[in-house]
């Protein structure tokens, strides 16, 4: 059973929009969050993390948003640009350990 | 700093092969990952290694599969004998971990690409 979702497995968006993008996790043992881009041929880069004393951090165009009555977090991109245009992928532990579950990914199209 | 470094980029070998899949961390990282990805399974941890010493191999498939990571620069992970089901990318990452909590990024590097057929 998956423990990290993200049951999007694509999303377009216009360029200039905001990008949100979701993920559901399942064990409530998960304390500490990361986001993760790929682009093809590349190995996963990471974009931003929150932990769970948070409710939202933000870097630059991206912030992350954390609910953790619904065991739920999104990741919003603003102002979507092409170069965002990538696979996120959503990852989650527990204990602040270092045993991440990643989510399967959604794949975000920003077009021009 | 060159990032982590994975060779080969790409493998194709044959069934029942034996595959060997190297990793070198980045300088001063003193965690290292190794992940399988797939279309079916998504991005899978299968072992890490703090300081040399491997912590957690719960996600290492089966018997066929060993890492070993000899010293702080360098880490293997082997397939013997190889199957077509273990065609997939490989990841291998790191990270700098003090003290018992991480809250650093894992930084990847590009994959390695297998095909076992």
């Known amino acids: 059973d998956q423990q990290v979702k993200q049951n999007s497995p694509s999303l377009s968006v216009q360029e200039g929009r905001i990008s949100i993008l979701n993920c559901d996790y399942t064990?409530?043992?998960?304390?500490?969050f990361l986001w993760y881009k790929k682009y093809p041929a590349e190995g996963p880069t990471f974009l931003i993390s929150?932990?769970?004393?948070?409710d939202k951090n933000e870097d630059g165009r991206f912030t992350v948003f954390l609910n953790k009555s619904a065991k739920h977090l999104s990741l919003h991109i603003v102002p979507s640009q092409p170069g965002d245009s990538a696979v996120y992928f959503c990852?989650?532990?527990?204990?602040?350990?270092?045993?991440?579950?990643f989510g399967p990914g959604t794949r975000l199209s920003v077009l021009p | 700093d060159a990032g982590v470094i994975q060779s080969p980029r790409h493998e194709v070998t044959e069934m029942g092969q034996e595959v060997t899949l190297r990793c070198k961390p980045i300088s001063g990282h003193n965690s290292l990952f190794w992940y399988r990805q797939t279309m079916m399974r998504g991005l899978e941890l299968l072992i890490y290694f703090n300081n040399n010493v491997p912590i957690d191999d719960s996600g290492m498939p089966e018997d066929r599969f060993s890492a070993k990571m000899p010293n702080a620069s360098f880490s293997t992970l082997k397939i013997q004998p190889s199957e077509p089901r273990d065609s997939a990318v490989y990841f291998c990452?790191?990270?700098?971990?003090?003290?018992?909590?991480?809250?650093?990024?894992?930084?990847f590097g590009p994959g390695t690409r297998l095909t076992v057929l």
């Open positions: 929150i932990s769970s004393i948070k």
């Open positions: 990852a989650a532990s527990a204990n602040y350990g270092q045993n991440f579950v």
């Open positions: 064990n409530s043992m998960f304390d500490y």
């Open positions: 990452a790191s990270s700098l971990t003090t003290g018992a909590i991480s809250y650093n990024e894992q930084f």
